[in-house]
């Protein structure tokens, strides 16, 4: 069964510090990748994500994330942090090819904003 | 355009109450997710339709919950006989398509009192 691992519970950053979210996926074949982001009382929006191709993927609100196969990685970065950053983050996989795409996340991580 | 519209965003009621919980998916979308988020569990899958038909249930805790979907658009979850580890964010979410990324509603909250 697939699975997602996000090590960090929480991280705190200063505002303009640059920010690295790791996520480790566990799944047989190449998974498809996403990283989604909540603020309190909101649902999940999309940031990126990876399907295949270019390993290096551009998302919004400037973050970027990277596929590792080799280390089954798919670590989600921002330069510059902004306060409005400040949120909930999602890894989650789902299987590639014909499936029909049920998620599955990792249990998140809370990014706190210092000024 | 109109996003995924959820409804009651909040919903409070006593324990062995049944609940229907809805969602409007974004026009045109064929795939509808739900999922539920917890304290303790995290998010979690529960039902997939593609269009008015189910093809995966399997994470629907137990037979009090059930799900339906008609015209291939609005869906109903509903859960009866409320337990309290019912309480927890339900979210759905739909794509044009499956296996494409999904757009989520902002949720209904339950709480069982």
């Known amino acids: 069964a697939q699975s997602v691992t996000q090590p960090d519970i929480h991280i705190t950053v200063s505002e303009g510090a640059s920010l690295e979210l790791r996520c480790n996926y566990s799944?047989?074949?190449?998974?498809?990748l996403f990283w989604y982001v909540q603020s309190p009382g909101q649902g999940l929006q999309l940031l990126l994500k990876?399907?295949?191709?270019?390993?290096l993927v551009q998302g919004i609100k400037g973050f970027e994330a990277e596929f590792k196969r080799s280390q089954s990685s798919f670590n989600l970065r921002k330069p510059s942090v902004h306060w409005s950053d400040a949120a909930e983050y999602f890894c989650?996989?789902?299987?590639?090819?014909?499936?029909?795409?049920?998620?599955?996340f990792g249990q998140g991580t809370i990014l706190t904003v210092h000024p | 355009g109109a996003g995924v519209s959820q409804s009651p965003s909040n919903k409070v009621t006593e324990k062995g109450k049944d609940v229907e919980l809805r969602c409007d998916p974004i026009?045109?979308?064929?795939?509808l997710y739900w999922y539920r988020q917890s304290l303790g569990q995290g998010l979690e899958f529960l039902i997939y339709?593609?269009?008015?038909?189910?093809?995966?249930k399997s994470g629907l805790p137990s037979d009090r919950f059930s799900a339906e979907r008609t015209g291939g658009s609005v869906s109903t979850l509903t859960i009866q006989r409320t337990q309290q580890e019912d309480s927890a964010v339900y979210l759905c979410?739909?794509?044009?398509?499956?296996?494409?990324?999904?757009?989520f509603g902002d949720g209904t909250r339950l709480s069982i009192l």
């Open positions: 990876y399907f295949s191709g270019d390993t």
């Open positions: 979410a739909s794509s044009p398509y499956s296996n494409q990324p999904q757009h």
């Open positions: 339709f593609q269009g008015n038909s189910a093809p995966d």
């Open positions: 989650a996989v789902t299987a590639g090819g014909t499936s029909y795409g049920k998620l599955t």
């Open positions: 799944y047989g074949a190449t998974p498809y």
């Open positions: 026009s045109g979308h064929t795939a």
